[in-house]
């Protein structure tokens, strides 16, 4: 099925502009809130159909997408390491030729697709892919910039919160968050009434059979205190033991969010809250419809981390993550931009943090003399699209550079992504461009904003100086000015 | 045994692997040039710029990406065979991991070759021994009819077990040498090796996901059925030899013996270099010693059963090894003994690491390290010295 996007004016006549709602990136993955690269890779593969094989690099979009036993892909999908996807792509492109050449296997157009971070495309994954693309296979190969190696999660708890799951840090004072109910045993929304850093602390990793949570050892955790008459108590963790079973979230919360959640409780005064589960319950480890219990399976030092608390009306419980998956951290790789503190480029008195100037991707994929490259921003999804067709439609290998905007990495609310995705492009920081079989082209050619206006809304950029925001900016203009030439542009 | 059917060639090793690839009609050759084993690829190139193999021949741009396109043509249902040696081998070192972890039956030839530094372009083990864990199957060819025999076979062993195999020849004495071969009918040997088909490839009408992403609550569960898949592949490999040698008349094992029967003393031993071996036997019998000779022809999965049975008689084994793992020994002898181990009858072991970077061994050394050892062995307890020693080196 295809809904109006919108009407756009082509050649003085305005036609309308139609999008497919079919998702080929399915929904319930893991990625953070308001992720430029999951949002990238869903319209990539709206704008191309079911008939297309992908090739994903090691890295975020791998991770949120393909957790055993679950999938997001919809569509034939392959990974299998970081630095490689060019040279697998290839396999695949060659293999369907021979087997459509020797008749094992029916003629149909498939779009072979490479995806990539930055790193698995201009660090670590760039022989491969140089190599594919001088060899001319019919291939499209989508670079997903986040200009770092991310985080796949972020660092902190998630909190299960009325408008979806957000980082302890991110949630205000009045939000409403979602609780136990101690009557009915269900899930309920309650006003957040306060969020307490608690400074730096000794943490514990509590582990059950499929999930982990860091807390400090004064934390409380429901735990079910008798099995036959199902009574729950709070326990702090310095006293939960391996076997106990504390409550979690069930599976219903799981698909929804991707999660699933231990209930929490704030330090108010907990000692007086025994509770015996009511009827009804189905299963043997089932509390209510929305809650059941999992056995912990260790408990041990997780060294020292800043911890925070909130305080809720009324239930004096909220929910937190139980599923914090690994971090890679933020650290910098040769497309993170001049001036980025990331955790290997840290800011500091004597560094600006990014000390070089972003490797030039598309330039060298253009070098390649391939029929396709561009560049593309989520942020312009109709323009994305249009590319994504013409890249899978060129005969021979093309090349799509796509600027995905992380709130993580990049430390802005996951709210602005858009917003900063098209701030990237009118300052010129990430113009939007075409290189068809070496003809230039300007997508997007309007006076450019300051620079500032980008970089300001980035806790990554926050530390920067009048002075080197001046030289951003003059960098930034020149190498715009260099690309208006060469699409001849006066 | 059926009599031997064929016609005698005159085929160089590497060339002699190039001919059973084009008769099993390989789909993709995904490979990058490397000394000794670019022959078998320059050959397969020529074949398929002639029209006489019907492949898609990918140049890649290293042994990392050979390896990864000949996953994707797997994956994708095609058969795919790429070979390679030392460096090489170890740049694709990580690859192999997930070939075998992805159960993607992809074919490759290694022409053993040393390791650098410092460089050398000459044969030794150093290469094989640094993938024994890898979770491929991997043999050792003897000769030039081996390494065409061998390779029909990996195809048919890798496919009937979803397993990648790999098939070791020696550098430059198999890989450059001409030797007299059997060349079977090339229809028998398309029925021995039917076509490959993937259960499951990438294919748009039936999409599946490969090679998803395992937390802690599922890795280990996946490798403990990769390592029931890969024990069992052991059975399927021996029917597959059998099989090939009711139809072709030669008959592989897992542990060749010669001249075994009432031999108390017996070398241990893989590659080319074992039927330089084979003379100082003979010649050592006709002295009136009763010494034979074993080769280890499988050597992942390992033949625990097969190799405690050949030593079952013996009161002294010396394990040949053609590479060093320093501070620690022989590789091969290392894992022979580990395999003995639980066995109840143990022959005293002498290792030598011998013929390193291409340095012959010649009949002569061979008799030597046979009488060294059994002096030694006399002895009540060996001193490491004794039991251990790198032969053959000016100090």
Not at chain 2, 122 to 129: K, P, R
Not at chain 2, 132 to 157: G, H, K, P, Y
Not at chain 2, 273 to 294: F, I, N, P, Q
Request: proline share 5%.
């Amino acid at each position: 099925m295809k809904v109006l996007l919108e009407m756009r004016e082509m050649r003085g006549e305005l036609k309308p502009v139609f999008v497919s709602t079919e998702e080929i990136l399915a929904q319930g993955h893991r990625a953070c809130q308001g992720c430029g690269e999951a949002l990238a890779a869903r319209l990539v593969c709206k704008a191309l159909g079911k008939d297309v094989i992908i090739v994903n690099a090691t890295g975020c979009l791998e991770i949120i997408s393909s957790t055993l036993p679950q999938t997001s892909w919809r569509v034939p999908w392959i990974h299998t390491l970081f630095e490689n996807v060019g040279a697998v792509v290839s396999g695949i492109e060659a293999a369907y030729k021979v087997l459509e050449r020797k008749g094992k296997r029916k003629k149909r157009k498939i779009t072979f697709l490479g995806f990539a971070g930055d790193g698995g495309t201009s660090d670590i994954g760039l022989q491969a892919l140089s190599g594919a693309l001088e060899r001319g296979h019919n291939i499209l190969f989508c670079c997903f910039d986040n200009e770092a190696y991310m985080n796949c999660l972020p660092a902190s708890s998630l909190i299960l919160t009325e408008s979806g799951m957000k980082r302890i840090v991110d949630v205000a004072v009045g939000e409403r968050v979602y609780a136990f109910d101690f009557k009915t045993h269900k899930i309920t929304l309650k006003r957040c009434t306060g969020i307490f850093s608690n400074g730096v602390r000794e943490i514990y990793e509590l582990r059950t059979s499929h999930h982990k949570i860091n807390a400090t050892p004064n934390h409380p955790f429901l735990v079910l205190r008798d099995e036959r008459v199902r009574s729950l108590e709070w326990k702090v963790l310095a006293d939960v033991k391996p076997g106990d079973k504390v409550v979690v979230l069930k599976d219903i919360l799981r698909t929804e969010q991707g999660l699933l959640c231990f209930v929490w409780r704030s330090f108010e005064s907990f000692e007086d809250d025994v509770n015996v589960c009511s009827g009804g319950c189905e299963g043997k480890n089932s509390i209510s419809e929305h809650f059941e219990t999992e056995e912990v399976v260790e408990v041990r030092p997780a060294g020292i981390a800043p911890v925070y608390d909130l305080h809720v009306e009324g239930e004096h419980n909220f929910i937190a993550d139980g599923f914090v998956v690994h971090n890679t951290g933020i650290q910098r790789s040769s497309a993170t931009p001049y001036g980025a503190s990331t955790t290997t480029s840290p800011a500091g008195k004597r560094s600006v943090g990014q000390m070089t100037w972003k490797k030039d991707m598309p330039e060298i994929a253009a070098a390649h003399e391939i029929p396709y490259v561009a560049t593309a921003c989520p942020s312009f999804p109709l323009d994305l699209m249009a590319k994504v067709r013409k890249g899978a439609a060129a005969e021979g290998p093309a090349y799509i550079h796509i600027l995905s905007a992380c709130p993580t990495g990049w430390r802005f609310p996951p709210n602005l992504t858009i917003e900063i995705g098209r701030l990237a492009v009118e300052t010129g920081v990430f113009p939007l461009y075409e290189v068809e079989n070496g003809e230039y082209r300007l997508n997007f050619d309007r006076p450019l904003k300051p620079v500032r206006e980008y970089l300001m809304k980035q806790g990554r950029f926050k530390h920067l100086t009048d002075e080197v925001i001046e030289k951003i900016e003059e960098r930034v203009r020149e190498k715009y000015e260099r690309l208006r030439e060469k699409a001849g542009v006066k | 045994m059926p009599a031997v059917k064929g016609r005698v060639v005159g085929l160089e090793g590497s060339h002699a692997v190039s001919e059973a690839v084009r008769m099993v009609d390989v789909d993709v050759i995904a490979a990058y040039p490397i000394t000794p084993q670019t022959h078998i690829v320059e050959r397969l190139a020529e074949m398929v710029a002639n029209g006489e193999l019907d492949a898609e021949f990918i140049c890649v741009e290293s042994e990392h990406s050979a390896m990864s396109a000949c996953i994707g043509a797997s994956a994708a249902g095609a058969r795919a065979f790429t070979c390679t040696a030392a460096q090489g081998l170890e740049l694709m070192h990580e690859v192999l991991y997930v070939a075998s972890g992805m159960r993607f039956p992809v074919v490759m030839v290694v022409a053993n070759r040393a390791l650098s530094a410092p460089l050398s372009i000459w044969c030794d083990h150093s290469d094989a021994m640094a993938v024994r864990d890898v979770s491929w199957i991997q043999m050792f060819a003897e000769n030039n009819q081996e390494a065409f025999d061998l390779t029909v076979c990996a195809f048919r062993i890798a496919e009937s077990v979803f397993f990648p195999a790999m098939l070791h020849m020696d550098g430059f004495y198999l890989s450059h040498v001409i030797e007299d071969l059997i060349l079977p009918d090339e229809e028998e040997v398309r029925n021995f090796v039917p076509d490959y088909e993937h259960p499951l490839p990438l294919d748009p009408e039936k999409p599946v996901s490969m090679g998803c992403f395992a937390p802690p609550y599922i890795y280990p569960e996946i490798k403990k059925a990769q390592e029931v898949a890969f024990e069992a592949a052991k059975a399927k490999i021996k029917d597959v030899w059998k099989e090939f040698a009711e139809i072709f008349g030669r008959q592989y094992n897992a542990v060749e013996t010669y001249r075994m029967e009432d031999a108390s003393v017996a070398m241990l031993i893989m590659g080319s270099v074992s039927e330089t071996a084979m003379l100082a036997v003979d010649e050592l019998r006709s002295e009136g010693k009763d010494v034979g000779l074993l080769r280890l022809r499988l050597w992942r999965p390992f033949p625990f059963e097969e190799l405690r049975d050949a030593v079952r008689n013996l009161d002294l084994l010396i394990v040949i090894d053609r590479s060093i793992s320093h501070g620690m020994g022989g590789p091969v002898c290392a894992e022979v003994k580990s395999a003995l181990y639980e066995a109840r009858h143990r022959p005293k072991i002498v290792s030598f690491i011998a013929g390193l970077g291409g340095r012959d061994i010649t009949v002569k050394d061979f008799k030597d390290m046979f009488n060294a050892a059994i002096e030694r062995s006399t002895k009540e307890e060996m001193r490491r010295t004794e039991a251990f020693e790198m032969w053959g080196i000016r100090e």
